[in-house]
């Protein structure tokens, strides 16, 4: 502030004062330079001017100020206290009046006479102040001593000794904690930002410090310095801060003053303080005041209020997540008699559980980050299960005991004060959370409940309940490989003696009946949890729940068979399919197959006998109650499926063995090992991907059927793999690019058409006809004359094509020779259909080779179609006299003009063959047309479907006589007779004899035409 101007005498006093800066100024400057100074107002504001940091030097200030500022303070106050004169004025209202009170006229006479004084007025002004910063030196004296003490290293060791190897440990030192505001803050600044920046700072002695003193200015505002608290700061640092409940328990307690400040005036009583406002003299420096938009509280809370203050300060501290400083808020509320904060008080009990004694998880992350929000959002069930997150099977039944088991207390504690008690709720929650955690550690929880503990120890106290839970958790786990700890679960539950009665284990079956359609999965449950299992057993009595015990324990040992050998299932399969034996037998199959082919392949005869042994001990014993795994295969069933096992693992060599073997005592007929052998068989074929019989699955197809004893169903499955083999070795495909494969071979319908497919591809196949007729023999043709007649006429079509046409007839005549010897050999002759089959593909092939044009040697050409005419239906004959005559025909052409070429010989010779040959031509026409003679053609009778009716036969016949040449006959007689005939008919007679001989020749064709045309007419003779 400015000083008052003053006279020249002491001008160097005021000079030297305001160059002293406040780091060099000391005591004896105060007063060697204001000692002398008379003036009081300059003196006073010089010490107001100086904010210094040091105490002495600020209380030697504020000293010297008050000496300075007493003389007015004496005057104004004898003004104050002096009787107001009431000559001034009698109208009401004005001052001095009737109308005035006391104490008005005071303020009035002060203040009047400060205008008067207008240095009084300031030195006054400045006298409030000095009281006002020796007020706040005291308490910074007080703030500094009672400051707690922090450890620090001592720091003043010399640096050269500090690495000093000899030297002992440096002693921790102590030293006071340093505010953060200096003095020189103190004394000027609001008293209410003050207190806000020690409560921020965790000043706490200071603000409760400012607040004993400065009690009445700041006490209103005491809630909002609450709320500028940290959150994290646990109550017990600043519960002289926190309010209470008076001795009355309804309303606020207000703190008493633990002293009286020693500094007072009467100057800061209101009425002095009102008279300087009223006298409008300005007043520097002017008091702050403190912000107004801070909320007050100027009157004491009821107990509600206060209760619902702490509950919101506390709620909101636990939603930021510090919990511990909550709890520890409410537990300083309730010891100051606040109420109604007990539920909340639990609630920040066992959130703290939650969050101050439970392990965090090893994957945390945000969704861990636990509030008051979110603990009431929790049901009681997911409140366990957060409890028990990171627990252990180690840990399991310490947690519980130490934090489940009180939350269920105040569950528990909670539904009796609300008026629905629920004894049932602590196991009600504590069984869901069993029934839903894994097998380890319910076997925790199921070793702390063994009935040998004390019942205090025990977490399931009930048997009962332990049996049930077991059963739920048991046969409700998808577990395929915790067989030991469910055996130990099956270990800790009691053991009860029941009596044997029929009726009650009629009734045990009834029920296990009745729970294997329970856990059977449908549409509406596709899966059977462990809640719904424990529904079910709830009704159960103690003898059933007794006999289902004993039902378990055959089950468990049935898994850990199951187990044993590669093949584990669910404890529920076991109830599934106690009464389905369609899925026990397709089990056990499993078993022996896979127990045979797992990478630990059974090696010795000894571990097939263990197998054995295990896959009859799961068909059970006899026991109707305690009924295995396979308990509705027989033993003959179970030993089919080990032996197929066996096989299918290609243990041949110890399968032999078995079957001999006295202790395994197989009990399987030779009938029987046929059967299994060739469905092995017949596995490894269709599993085989190359039809090579040396190597992979064929061969062990091959191998297989070595285990039983020789018989022709083995032999033709024997025969049908070395087939295959050979086939393969042609390089059939089934698709271009892809090889056929063994399967695609028997799935094939008709095999035949291999043997065509093998013709087509290799050219030089069809040379080899007997290498090809073996392979249709084993391909299961064997003794079958038409897939012999059919291979033959496609080995006589393959030479066709291929236009070596001496084999082709070579193959023609055996198949011909086949046919007749088949024809021959049939009790039905003709008549049989088989027999009807291969002349029909016989006669076909024969008449395509005789009618080929590249064919040139007649004579076979016509041979092999008088053979068509002897196979074929009358239907065809037409047809095949039609290539006959056209090849006769061509060859009598062909002969004339080599005979034109020839000299000409004699013409007897000529007359005799050619009667020679119509005598032969005419015998075979009469024996084609007695043939001809067919039932279905007969008078009256019905024609066959398809054949040409009496009429049309009858004219082609005339057409044919009108147009017969019987010169056809003899050149066709000269084709069949041998070369020595013709040279004895060309020596024969004269021309007389030949032309007798042609005459007779001539007259008997015209007979035998005629008989034949009159029996198409239908003439019998």
Avoid at 78 to 106: F, H, L, M, Q
Avoid at 421 to 448: C, H, K, S, T, W
Avoid at 547 to 570: F, K, M, Q, T
Wanted: glycine share 4%; with cysteine; hydrophobic share 40%.
């Amino acid at each position: 502030m400015a000083l008052p101007s003053t006279s020249t005498t002491t001008q160097d006093l005021y000079t030297k004062w305001t160059r002293i800066s406040d780091d060099n100024l000391t005591l004896n400057d105060v007063h060697e330079i204001l000692d002398p100074i008379a003036d009081d107002l300059w003196v006073a504001a010089a010490c107001i001017d100086r904010l210094l940091n040091d105490v002495v030097l600020t209380r030697s200030l504020l000293e010297l100020g008050l000496k300075r500022t007493e003389a007015a303070s004496e005057r104004s106050r004898r003004v104050y206290e002096s009787p107001p004169s009431g000559a001034d004025g009698e109208e009401e209202g004005v001052p001095g009046s009737s109308t005035w009170s006391e104490e008005r006229k005071r303020v009035a006479a002060l203040a009047s006479y400060y205008r008067d004084e207008p240095a009084d007025a300031q030195l006054c002004h400045l006298r409030t102040i000095f009281l006002d910063r020796l007020d706040r030196l005291d308490a910074y004296v007080q703030i500094l001593d009672e400051l707690p003490e922090v450890e620090g290293s001592g720091e003043d060791i010399d640096e050269e000794w500090e690495d000093d190897p000899w030297a002992d440990e440096k002693p921790a030192t102590t030293t006071k904690a340093l505010l953060p505001i200096p003095l020189s803050s103190l004394l000027v600044d609001d008293l209410l930002s003050l207190v806000f920046v020690f409560v921020t700072t965790e000043y706490f002695v200071a603000a409760r410090i400012v607040l004993e003193r400065f009690h009445s200015a700041i006490w209103p505002y005491r809630f909002s310095i609450l709320e500028n608290i940290p959150e994290h700061t646990p109550a017990s640092q600043y519960r002289d801060l926190l309010p209470g409940i008076d001795s009355s328990g309804d309303a606020e307690r207000k703190p008493t003053l633990p002293f009286e400040k020693a500094s007072t005036s009467w100057l800061q009583d209101r009425g002095a303080q009102d008279a300087l406002a009223e006298s409008h003299v300005p007043l520097q420096p002017s008091t702050q005041a403190f912000d107004s938009t801070t909320p007050s509280h100027d009157q004491v809370l009821s107990s509600d209020q206060l209760s619902a203050w702490y509950r919101e300060r506390v709620e909101f501290i636990a939603d930021c997540g510090f919990v511990d400083s909550a709890l520890s808020l409410v537990q300083h509320a309730a010891s100051q008699g606040v109420i109604g904060l007990d539920e909340l008080g639990e609630e920040l009990s066992l959130l703290a559980r939650l969050v101050y004694d439970v392990p965090l998880p090893d994957d945390e992350d945000a969704e861990q980050d636990w509030n008051l929000g979110r603990w009431k959002s929790l049901a009681p069930s997911e409140v366990i299960r957060a409890y028990l997150a990171s627990s252990t099977s180690d840990t399991i039944v310490r947690d519980i005991h130490r934090l489940v088991m009180p939350y269920l207390f105040v569950m528990e504690s909670r539904a009796e004060r609300s008026g629905n008690p629920d004894p049932a709720l602590p196991n009600r929650l504590l069984y869901e959370y069993i029934l839903q955690a894994p097998l380890d550690i319910v076997l925790a929880v199921f070793e702390g409940s063994k009935p040998t503990l004390p019942p205090a120890q025990r977490l399931i106290k009930d048997d009962e309940d332990m049996a049930r839970l077991a059963l739920a958790c048991l046969y409700g786990s998808d577990s395929l490989h915790e067989w030991p700890t469910m055996s130990r679960i099956f270990e800790c539950l009691p053991a009860w003696d029941t009596p044997e009665d029929d009726d009650e284990a009629d009734e045990v079956d009834t029920t296990i009946s009745s729970l294997g359609a329970f856990v059977t999965p449908s549409t509406t449950r596709p899966r059977c949890t462990p809640s719904d299992l424990l529904l079910f057993f709830k009704p159960l009595p103690f003898s059933s729940l007794s006999r289902a015990l004993d039902v378990l324990d055959v089950h468990l040992e049935s898994g850990e068979i199951l187990a044993r050998w590669s093949v584990p299932a669910p404890l529920r399969w076991f109830l599934q399919s106690n009464g389905n034996i369609m899925e026990q037998r397709s089990w056990a199959n499993r078993m022996a197959r896979r127990a045979g082919g797992s990478e630990d392949q059974l090696s010795s005869q000894e571990d097939w006998e263990w197998l054995l042994e295990d896959i009859l001990k799961l068909a059970g014993s006899g026991d109707s109650e305690l009924r295995g795994a396979f308990c509705l295969l027989s033993r003959d069933d179970v030993t089919r499926i080990f032996f197929g096992g066996l096989l299918s693992a290609a243990r041949f060599d110890i399968a032999k063995k078995l079957l001999v073997s006295r202790k395994a005592n197989l009990q399987l007929s030779s009938s029987v090992v046929e059967e299994i052998c060739l469905a092995a068989s017949q596995e490894f074929y269709d599993n085989a991907s190359s039809g090579n019989y040396h190597s992979g699955d064929m061969k062990l197809a091959h191998e297989c059927l070595n285990v039983a004893r020789p018989s022709d169903r083995i032999q033709r499955q024997r025969d049908f793999i070395e087939a295959t083999s050979r086939l393969c070795s042609y390089n059939l495909s089934s698709r271009p690019g892809m090889p056929i494969t063994p399967i695609e071979i028997r799935l094939t319908k008709d095999r035949l058409s291999l043997i065509s497919r093998v013709l087509s591809s290799n050219t030089d196949s069809y040379k080899h006809t007997q290498l090809i007729l073996d392979l249709v023999n084993m391909l299961g043709f064997r003794g079958d004359v038409v897939a012999e007649v059919k291979t033959l006429a496609m080995l006589a079509d393959t030479a066709l094509q291929a236009e070596d046409f001496d084999r082709a007839f070579e193959t023609s005549e055996r198949m011909v020779s086949t046919v007749l010897n088949f024809r021959a050999g049939s009790a039905s002759g003709t008549e049989d259909p088989k027999v009807q089959e291969a002349s029909e593909v016989c006669w076909v092939a024969c008449y395509q080779l005789g009618r080929q044009q590249e064919f040139h040697d007649v004579a076979k050409k016509l041979l092999l179609l008088g053979r068509a005419l002897e196979l074929c239906p009358p239907d065809q004959l037409t047809d095949v006299l039609t290539a006959r005559r056209r090849l006769e025909q061509e060859d009598t052409e062909e002969r004339q003009a080599r005979l034109h070429s020839r000299q000409r010989g004699s013409r007897n010779t000529r007359s005799r063959k050619h009667a020679a040959n119509t005598n032969g031509s005419i015998g075979t026409l009469a024996s084609r047309l007695h043939e001809l003679r067919m039932p279905d053609l007969h008078l009256g009778g019905s024609p066959m479907v398809g054949a040409p009716d009496a009429a049309a036969l009858a004219e082609k016949a005339f057409r044919a006589a009108a147009n017969f040449s019987f010169s056809d006959f003899s050149a066709r007689g000269r084709s069949l007779i041998s070369d020595a005939t013709r040279e004895r008919s060309s020596s024969r007679g004269d021309s007389h004899a030949r032309r007798e001989s042609g005459g007779e020749v001539s007259a008997q064709a015209q007979r035998v035409l005629s008989k034949g045309l009159g029996w198409l007419l239908g003439d019998e003779e």
